[in-house]
């Protein structure tokens, strides 16, 4: 599916590699990555507002929607090289300089990329996530239960890849379902399910970097006092009380220039609050 109101193109980031990429809208940058299971298609409502007065750029990240996906050499899908790759989709597209946002995994590249890339990220907003390190430190007990699929798709490659072809519609529509407060439209749940299908190895390759790579390259960070240099706004919802930890510490830790803001919807916050997530954007830009 491609939406009308946007412009495709597909732009090459490492060698054998292209990204699928999105765009809209005239102005100052601002670059959006989208989350599991989705595509760039997730800031259809929120880009249609920012193009008034923004350039919005919308790839798909390596291995997911229409971008390539390359076989993992356990670096393919470490955020450090999913950083890189958004660096090189705004230059590409003749920008040095841009506001970063991120959705769940596409949040995780935001982070990686504000910490890599600090001379070229102006602004970071995170949806709806934490940090690599500080989520792998909350999940434990019962309430670890949430995230089952971290630790499946953390395993050795092989077991998750044969569970999750077997039965994707079922896996990937599980979160679309129970992590949404709305039902998503017919034609945007079937395209999720669609792109999601066709890229099952390099999801779980993404997640996996998340359990071995990222969890490397962040540590390093910390132990050297690395901070996020520029403006950030963390968007979330209030699941911090249930399993009994403070997102708003835990962000401020990795970001001293720090707005944190509850929001009151399911986790696909892009589509259920464009409105509140296009004003924080906005708000954030102006820091």
């Known amino acids: 599916m491609n939406h009308t109101a946007f412009d495709h193109q597909r732009v090459q980031v490492d060698d054998g590699v292209e990204l699928n990429v999105a765009t809209t809208g005239h102005g100052s940058p601002v670059v959006l990555l989208h989350g599991f299971p989705q595509t760039h298609l997730m800031w259809r409502h929120v880009a249609a507002d920012l193009a008034a007065d923004h350039t919005v750029i919308m790839p798909d990240l390596r291995g997911y929607g229409d971008s390539d996906k390359p076989a993992d050499t356990g670096l393919t899908y470490a955020k450090r090289t999913m950083g890189a790759d958004v660096v090189k989709v705004a230059q590409a597209l003749g920008h040095d300089r841009f506001a970063l946002a991120g959705h769940d995994r596409g949040a995780l590249v935001a982070f990686r990329t504000g910490l890599d890339h600090p001379r070229h990220v102006t602004h970071l907003a995170s949806l709806d996530v934490l940090p690599t390190l500080d989520m792998w430190d909350v999940m434990r007990g019962t309430s670890a239960a949430i995230g089952?699929?971290?630790?499946?798709?953390?395993?050795?490659?092989?077991?998750?890849?044969?569970?999750?072809?077997?039965?994707?519609?079922?896996?990937?529509?599980?979160?679309?379902?129970?992590?949404?407060?709305?039902?998503?439209?017919?034609?945007?749940?079937?395209?999720?399910?669609?792109?999601?299908?066709?890229?099952?190895?390099?999801?779980?390759?993404?997640?996996?970097?998340?359990?071995?790579?990222?969890?490397?390259?962040?540590?390093?960070?910390?132990?050297?006092?690395?901070?996020?240099?520029?403006?950030?706004?963390?968007?979330?919802?209030?699941?911090?009380?249930?399993?009994?930890?403070?997102?708003?510490?835990?962000?401020?830790?990795?970001?001293?220039?720090?707005?944190?803001?509850?929001?009151?919807?399911?986790?696909?916050?892009?589509?259920?609050?464009?409105?509140?997530?296009?004003?924080?954007?906005?708000?954030?830009?102006?820091?």
């Open 148 to 287: 089952f699929h971290l630790f499946l798709m953390a395993q050795p490659p092989g077991l998750a890849e044969q569970m999750i072809s077997a039965v994707p519609d079922v896996f990937f529509g599980h979160f679309l379902d129970i992590w949404s407060r709305q039902p998503f439209p017919e034609d945007v749940r079937a395209e999720y399910l669609r792109a999601s299908r066709e890229a099952v190895t390099s999801i779980v390759a993404d997640y996996r970097a998340s359990a071995t790579v990222d969890v490397e390259h962040d540590t390093a960070d910390r132990n050297a006092g690395a901070r996020l240099e520029m403006p950030v706004t963390v968007l979330q919802q209030d699941w911090g009380a249930a399993l009994g930890f403070d997102a708003q510490e835990l962000w401020r830790a990795w970001a001293p220039d720090l707005d944190h803001r509850t929001v009151s919807c399911g986790h696909f916050m892009a589509e259920e609050a464009p409105e509140v997530v296009s004003q924080a954007i906005r708000d954030l830009v102006k820091r």
